[in-house]
Structure formats: C-alpha cells, structure tokens
C-alpha cells in the first residue's frame, strides 16, 4: 500500500513515499483504512531522528477512518466502524491503513467530520491532559505559552469553558485569534513577563508552556515552579523545577473531546487541509512553525 515517511533520519530530502505492506493488527489493536490524519510537530522531529528512530519509517500520529479489523483481545470495536484515534508508538498513520490503539480509540460522532476527529487525539488530547494536571479553579489565570499553535487553541478554549481567565501569549499575527477565542492576547519577545503581570495584576495561578528555549525560560518566573509545565522543553522544564504534562491517552478522553467538537464547544481550529499526494508540503507547513492550528492530511480520495 502507498504511504509517506522517510528512508532514515535525516532533513526533508529523505522523505519519500513508500510501498509497503498493510500491517496486521496485534493486540489491543485496530487496522483502519485511513479517512484523514493530524500533521504534527513530532512527525519532522522523528524524521530528524530527535527520538532516536533508525531507519525508515511511515510518519503519522493520528487518524480517522473506518476500521477494517481488529486484533485479538479488543472489544467495543467491530469493522465498518467509523473511528479516530493515536497510532501504536505515535508513527504509521500516513498511509492508506494504518494501525490504531484500541484503548486510544473512540467512536466518531457523525456530527464530527474526519478531518476534525483527525486532529484531536495529538493537539487537542494534550491540551485536555494539561488542564487536568493543573486542576485550576474557576477564576484562576492560566498562562498559555505558545496559544495561537495546534495545541495552544484548544487549551485556551478548553480553559475558558472551565471558567479560567487565559493570558494567551504568541506572535503578533494571532493577537486578534487568541481575543476571538477569549483570552488576553499578549505578544511574545524579551518583555513578556512585564506584559503578562499588567495584564493579569493579580497574579498567575499556571503556566503552561509550549515553545521551550528562551520562551519558556522568560514567562517561568511568573509562576511557583509547582506550576509550572511544558511539553516543549522537558529537560528545561525539569531544571526550572517544572514538569511535563502526563498523558492519559485513553478513549475516555477522545469522546470527552468530540462530544465538545459536536456540541460546538471546541473548534480543533482546522484551517489546512492537503491532499495526500501533497503530504510533504503539509510536512513543510508544519516544521515552518507559523502555521495557524491544526494541518490534516486527506486520504479520503
């Protein structure tokens, strides 16, 4: 079957795409023919060899499809079921079938089209995490570092409909998205603790990163290192006595989060939608960085 990754680690020039053979589904899995899958920041880190992969690999997170089997010992699934979910060890989604984890699988609402149930398991799930680790009280303020991006515009509309006030921090191009979405929009650079305490002049509750580097290390000291998480940076977040966020990556929390995207309560902010034949542009789109939301791949074609 046709999918698209990479021959080895390496830059955009080892990308390909590949014949290669459907997988079997093992188990606690699902075979699913793929409807559309969630482009991510983790998919050029991979290919970068960052998580120390060898060798050649199908890229892809997450998907949407409809199953075509299921491996042994799975239950609550059947074939012709229109699901979404996490790909085993978060690689093979970019393909015309790709593996599914069966306990990081939901049942797709009809009312949530592919493309958005695509991006939700990755962007949207950890934002979901995030949250329940903070464990905010209605009224806190939240710093969300790196709010216009995949991740960041659902944890502002996340947080905001837990009743938190969002002090969003991003570029200048996504100030007018993040006051839409309802928070506090502030402009990232060297003064952004400054802006960040005259926009919130009672205090920070939390602070949740995702940009790492110099962003990180300029919002932490608004913040009791308790805190204080990021997902971008978890050697820095851990030397600032931060943490990483903890996935729950569980079918609980994907129909927790498309019963959201049905009832118009979360937008996975879709905006990029490429054919499958252009998934090295997608690629290119999202290792650029300025990208606004979420980018998805269709295989529907």
Known sequence: MRAYGFRRPGGPDQQAFLDVPVPEPGPGELLVRVRAAGVNPGDWRLRNGEYGHTGSAVLGREVAGTVVATGPDVTGFAPGDEVFGGCPGMVGGWAEQALVTASFAAHRPTAVPPRDAAALPVAAGTAYDALEVLALPAGATLVVNGAGGGVGIPTVQLARARGLHVVGVAGEGKQDLLCEL???????????????RAAAPDGVDGVFDLVGGDALRAVAPLVDPARLFSV?????????????????????????????????????????VVPFARAADALAAVEDGHVLGKVVLDLSS
């Open 182 to 196: 309802g928070a506090t929009a502030v402009v990232a650079g060297p003064d952004v603790a400054h802006h960040v």
């Open 232 to 272: 971008a940076d978890k050697p820095l977040v851990a030397e600032l006595g931060g943490r990483d966020v903890p996935r729950d990556r569980s079918t609980a929390v994907l129909d927790a989060l498309a019963a959201r995207v049905a009832a118009g309560d979360l937008d996975p902010w879709v905006r990029t």
